[in-house]
């Protein structure tokens, strides 16, 4: 008798129910059962309520700090492996602590190669994520990544806007390989802002590289955090002359007062994905949900088919 592939169980972490809802119900399937126990001092134990020996396994879960995000995702994958899940993907729409790459200055971690390390060690035997915040993560990994891009979300959605003198903008020099990928699917032209940060989140200052005159500008980056470079970059536009500045992002950390910030400064609309849960009680953001997309790129990884088409860029 023929071996059958069972149908993949899809699990999702507490902070990620909701995207873990939409996902599940792309795929055609529904939640699997998990419970959470707490004890009084704040430490908690996931556990798998159905049998998952045997099977492929997803566990959807960004991994946005508080660091009790990624403790739970580590453990979740520790219990699947010790259940003796056939494959375990760890499915992170935002993978956190990204932003620490590299050493920039002395006697500082590398944080996203010491989170890739721990999430194999706990049991992930495959990563899919989306717009990590620097490509040369995939290389902190042994384990395949499909890293995915949100400009197959993005791109039908700037298009659909029919904006005339279109300008693709960089908030910074780092996200100018970004700007000129989308420049080329829209078709115009490229702008960059150069800053200079006093410290972490604080810019001291901030200049325009290109025209702006009379166009419709869209900044382009992979995350918004305090919101402060993005709201500067569409002012210092709207300053130099153009039309609209609207900006597409992929995770919104919108941390601090940044829905205070995005209120009152000059951008016309922020565009971003659900990938972290965010207030959707704002007139200027727009969210795009990525459940579609996750969705379909894991029904592919199950039933081994081609992924190139999800990457637009």
Known sequence: MAYQVPEPKI??????????????ASYGAE????????????????????????????????????SENLMEMLLMLDAAKRA????????????????????????????AKL???????????????????????QGFFEKPVDHLFASTLFLPYLKGLNLDNLCIASPDMGGSKRAYAYSKALECDVVICYKQRAKANVISHMELIGDVQGKNVILVDDMVDTAGTLTKAADLMIERGAESVRAVTTHGLLSGNAYEKIEKSKLTELIITDS??????????????????????????????????????
């Open 11 to 24: 699990f999702a972490c507490t902070q990620s129910i909701e995207l873990g809802k939409k996902i599940a």
């Open 31 to 66: 939640l699997g059962n998990i419970q959470f126990s707490r004890y009084s001092d704040g430490e908690f134990q996931p556990s798998f309520e159905e049998s998952i020996r045997g099977t492929r396994i997803f566990i959807i879960g960004s991994t946005n700090p508080s």
């Open 84 to 111: 003796s899940a056939r494959h375990i993907t760890a499915v992170m729409p935002y993978f956190g602590w990204a932003r620490q790459d590299r050493k920039d200055k002395p006697r500082v971690p590398i944080a």
């Open 115 to 137: 989170v890739a390390k721990m999430l194999e060690t706990a049991g992930a035997t495959r990563i899919i994520t989306m717009d990590l915040h620097a490509d040369q993560i």
């Open 276 to 313: 972290i849960p965010i207030d959707h009680n704002q007139n200027k953001i727009k969210v795009l949900s990525c459940a579609d997309l996750f969705a379909d790129v894991m029904h592919r990884v199950h039933h081994n088919t081609s992924i190139s088409s999800k990457f637009l860029m």
